[in-house]
C-alpha cells in the first residue's frame, strides 16, 4: 500500500507541474505511476463507472461521443481525448479521477484502449463495459494479425469473467466471437443491409470460418469483412441483435435502432458507413446505461466529426483537402481509397503516408502497401497521383502493378516539391492523403498547394 | 507451361504473400499460377509442378497446414530431392522443421529440416529487416532483402543448409547470421509479404531456374525500387 500511495503521490506531483507547463496531454506521470506501482491501475479507486472501449478502427469517434453523451448529462468523466490509448495512459486517466487520499472525485472514465494492449491493462482495470467496434487487418509491426488482436482481446475478457458487459458487432465474423464461454453478458449491435455495395479486398480481414476453418460468406456486406456472414460448414453466422440498425439513411443523416421492445431514430453526424457503425455502438452503450431514446437523440445532435480526420479549403472552386488515411493500417488506408474511387469528382491525390520516422530507421515494411487495394484507385476521375517521400518509388511500382496508368503517377522523393506537380486544370478536388499522426504535416503540404495556386492565379 | 502452385492463399495472404507467386506469373505468359484451397489436395501431388509456394499464416492456421502436408511428406520429399522449385516466407518456414515450442506445447512439424522453432507469444513482437548475400550456382551473390515481423525464432544449426547469409540484420533467431534454409531449389526465408517484388534480382533467378526468359514485369521500377530500398537499408540498418 506505501508503494502505491508513493506512486500515487509521484505521478499527481509531476501531473500537477505538467499541467502548470501548458502540458496536460502528456502522459508521463501514468508511466511513472505504473513504473513505481506495477499494479497501479488494479489498486487505485476506480468511479462508479468505467467504460472501456477498443477495436482497431473507431474507438476515438466512439469514445468521444461516450464521454461528450456523460459530460452532457452532467457528469464529471475522465478522458484521454489525446489518444493515450495503453498503459501508461490509463494510469493518468484513473490518476485524475481521485485525489492524492486515492479519493475518487469523478463519475466516469471513459478510457479508450489500444486493441494490443487490453490483456495487460483491462484486468486490473476492470472495466465495468467494454465496446469492441471490430477487428480489422492494421499495422503489421504494432499489431501482427487479427487473429492476434483477438486472442489479445479474448484474455481480457477471460480474465474479466462476469464483471464486464461485452458490447460487440455482430456483423464482424472476429470480434463477435469474443466473450464466448467467459460468464461475460455478451450484448450485440448491428446493421441490415444498407445496400452498401462494397468493392471486393485483396487481403482478407478473416478468411476462413473461426470455428471449423469453413468458407465464410455473406448475406450481404457493409465493408470489408462485416456483414451479415454465415460458415458454409457450420453454424457460425451473424448473432442475433440487441441493437439492430434496421434502417440507415446516410443522405439523410438517419439511422433507426430496433430494440425488443421498441425503436428510435437517431441524427448521424457524417454519410459513412463507418461513422454509423461508430454511432450505433455508442448508442448500444448508452440504452445499456439506461439512457432514453430522446436523450440519446437530442445529444447526437449536438454532435460534428472530429476535425482531425478531414479539413478543407476551398479556393477558386477547387476543394483541397488533408484527410488522414492511417498508412501501414490496411483497412483505413484501404477504406479511404474506396471512398475516392467511389467518389464522382474530377480529382488529384497526393500520398504522404510514409511513416516520418522511418526515413532515419530502418525503412518500414513493404508488406502493407501489397495487402491494401491500391487496385481501387485506378477509376478515370482520379487524374494524377503524386507520391512523396522515401517510399515513393515502392509506391509507385505498387500503383502500375495495381492497373495505374504510367502517365497518372509522379514520383517525388523531396516532399517539399510536390505542390509544383499539382495540375489544377479541370477539376474538382485536390486530396492530400496524409498519415494520422502527422496532421500538421498533411495540412502544410495542402496549404502550399493552395498557395502555389494562389501563385499561379496571380501571374 | 510452367506450373506454379501457390498453396492455401486463403490461409497463408495475411500480409500479401500471394503478391508473389502472382507477380512471376505476369512476368511470364508461360507460367500456369494455380491457386489451391487448404480443403483439396495439392497439385504436387499428382502433377509435376514446376514451383510450389508457401506463404506466412496465423498460429493456429500454420498447425493446421502442418496436418494438412503431413500426408504428402514423402512427396514433398521427393520433389525436393528433383529440384522443385519450393519458395516458403514468413513462418512457414517453421513448418518444415522439426518441431515448434509454445510454452509448453510441442507442436510436431514435417521435419524435413533439423530445428526447432519457439514461439514466443508474450513477448513484443520482433520486427526487423536483413541485408543478406545469396549465391547461385553460377557463382554469382545476389543481394536479398527482407522484413521479418515474428513472434518466433528457430534454433539449430543453420551452416549446413542457410538460404543467405545475412550483411545487416539477424538470421533464424538473433544468434545466427545464417538466414533461412535451401535443400537444392527449396528456398524458405523467414522473410514476409511481396518477397519476389521486393527481390528483382531473386525473382529473375527464379525464372531463370524454369527455364523462362528473366524479364520482369515493370522491371526498370521494380529494380529503382530495390535498389532505392537497399541503399536506404545499408545507410540504415546497423
Given amino acids: 500500500m506505501i508503494r502505491f500511495y508513493i506512486a500515487l503521490w509521484a505521478a499527481k506531483l509531476v501531473d500537477a507541474i505538467l499541467t502548470l507547463r501548458g502540458d ?16 497501479f491501475m488494479a489498486r487505485v479507486t476506480k468511479p462508479k463507472l468505467v467504460v472501456a472501449i477498443t477495436g482497431t478502427n473507431g474507438k476515438t469517434t466512439t469514445s468521444t461521443l461516450v464521454c461528450n453523451m456523460l459530460r452532457s448529462k452532467g457528469k464529471k468523466v475522465s478522458f484521454n481525448e489525446w489518444g493515450a490509448n495503453i498503459n501508461a495512459g490509463y494510469s493518468i486517466n484513473l490518476l485524475r479521477c481521485v485525489d492524492i487520499f486515492n479519493r475518487c472525485r469523478v463519475d466516469a472514465s471513459v478510457l479508450e484502449a489500444d486493441e494490443n494492449s487490453t490483456c495487460e491493462g483491462m484486468p486490473m482495470i476492470r472495466p465495468d463495459y467494454m465496446v469492441v467496434t471490430n477487428i480489422c487487418k492494421d499495422s503489421l509491426r504494432r499489431n501482427g494479425h487479427p487473429e492476434y488482436i483477438f486472442d489479445r482481446i479474448n484474455r481480457a475478457f477471460a480474465a474479466l469473467g462476469g464483471r464486464t458487459v461485452a458490447i460487440l458487432n455482430a456483423n464482424d465474423p472476429i ?81 433507426t435502432v430496433a430494440e425488443r421492445d421498441g425503436a428510435a431514430t437517431y441524427p448521424l453526424m457524417s454519410d459513412t458507413v463507418f461513422y454509423a457503425f461508430n454511432t450505433l455502438s455508442a448508442v448500444a452503450l448508452f440504452r445499456e446505461l439506461g439512457y432514453s431514446r430522446q436523450e440519446i ?67 518500414e515494411t513493404l508488406s502493407w ?69 502527422f496532421v500538421t504535416k498533411g495540412q502544410q503540404i495542402r496549404d502550399a498547394i493552395v498557395e502555389r495556386a494562389r501563385e499561379v492565379k496571380g501571374k | 507451361m510452367k506450373i506454379v502452385e501457390n498453396l492455401f492463399p486463403e490461409l497463408c495472404n495475411i500480409f500479401g504473400e500471394s503478391s508473389s ?18 480443403k483439396t489436395v495439392p497439385a504436387f501431388v499428382t502433377e ?62 514435417l521435419g524435413l529440416f533439423d530445428f526447432y522453432s519457439v514461439r514466443y507469444m508474450d513477448r513484443e513482437r520482433h520486427n526487423s529487416q536483413y541485408i543478406a548475400a545469396f549465391a547461385t550456382e ?29 550483411e545487416l540484420g539477424i538470421g533464424m533467431n538473433p544468434d545466427t ?26 525473382t529473375k533467378y527464379l525464372l531463370r531456374l524454369m527455364g523462362l526468359d528473366d524479364s520482369l514485369c515493370y522491371e526498370r521500377e521494380a529494380m529503382k525500387a530495390y535498389e532505392y530500398r537497399r541503399d536506404e537499408l545499408r545507410r540504415t540498418l546497423h
Fill in chain 1, 369 to 437: 502497401l501489397y495487402e491494401t487495394d491500391y487496385e481501387f484507385l485506378n477509376v478515370p476521375q482520379i487524374r494524377k497521383i503524386i507520391v512523396g517521400g522515401h517510399m515513393c518509388h515502392a509506391h509507385r511500382l505498387r500503383l502500375l502493378l495495381a492497373g495505374v496508368p504510367e502517365e497518372k503517377i509522379v514520383c517525388v522523393e523531396n516532399e517539399a516539391d510536390v505542390p509544383q506537380y499539382v495540375d489544377t486544370e479541370g477539376i474538382d478536388r485536390v486530396y492530400v492523403l496524409y498519415e494520422i499522426d
Fill in chain 2, 48 to 109: 509435376d509442378v514446376d514451383m510450389v509456394y508457401l506463404g506466412c499464416s496465423p498460429e493456429s492456421k500454420q498447425e493446421q497446414i502442418i496436418e494438412v502436408l503431413r500426408p504428402y511428406l514423402g512427396r514433398i520429399r521427393e520433389l525436393i530431392e528433383k529440384g522443385t522449385i519450393f519458395l516458403v516466407t514468413g513462418n512457414a518456414v517453421e513448418i518444415f522443421g522439426r518441431e515448434i515450442r509454445d510454452g509448453d506445447r510441442v507442436i510436431p512439424a
Fill in chain 1, 297 to 363: 437523440a437530442d445529444f447526437l445532435a449536438t454532435q460534428k466529426v472530429p476535425k482531425i480526420r478531414e479539413s478543407v479549403v476551398e479556393y477558386d472552386g477547387i476543394r483541397y483537402y488533408a484527410y488522414a488515411a492511417k498508412g501501414q493500417n490496411i483497412s483505413a488506408a484501404s477504406t479511404v481509397f474506396e471512398h475516392l474511387a467511389k467518389d464522382p469528382s474530377v480529382k488529384e491525390l497526393v500520398f504522404s503516408l510514409d511513416e516520418v520516422q522511418d526515413a532515419n530507421h530502418p525503412p
Fill in chain 2, 21 to 38: 507467386p502472382a507477380y512471376l506469373a505476369r512476368c511470364s505468359d508461360e507460367i500456369d499460377l494455380r491457386q489451391t484451397n487448404h
Fill in chain 1, 175 to 255: 470480434s463477435s466471437e469474443l466473450a464466448r464461454n467467459t460468464g461475460a453478458r455478451r450484448v450485440f449491435f448491428g446493421m441490415d443491409d444498407i445496400h452498401a455495395d462494397p468493392l471486393e479486398n485483396r487481403v482478407k480481414d478473416v478468411a476462413v470460418c473461426p470455428r471449423c476453418g469453413g468458407e465464410i460468406r455473406y448475406h450481404y456486406r457493409h465493408y470489408r469483412h462485416i456483414g451479415d456472414f454465415y460458415c458454409t460448414d457450420c453454424d457460425f453466422a451473424t448473432p442475433a441483435m440487441d441493437y439492430r440498425a434496421s434502417g440507415v439513411d446516410l443522405d439523410k443523416g438517419t439511422i
Fill in chain 2, 138 to 166: 553460377a557463382g554469382e551473390t545476389i543481394t536479398l532483402l527482407g522484413h521479418r515481423s515474428q513472434f518466433s525464432f528457430s534454433y539449430g544449426d543453420f551452416s549446413r543448409e542457410p538460404l543467405a547469409s545475412v
Fill in chain 1, 24 to 39: 496536460r496531454q502528456n502522459d508521463r506521470a501514468g508511466y511513472i505511476a505504473n513504473r513505481l506501482c506495477p499494479d
Fill in chain 2, 177 to 202: 547470421k545464417y538466414e533461412g534454409l535451401r535443400r537444392n531449389h527449396f528456398f524458405g526465408t523467414y522473410s514476409l509479404g511481396p518477397y519476389l517484388i521486393m527481390n528483382p534480382l531473386f
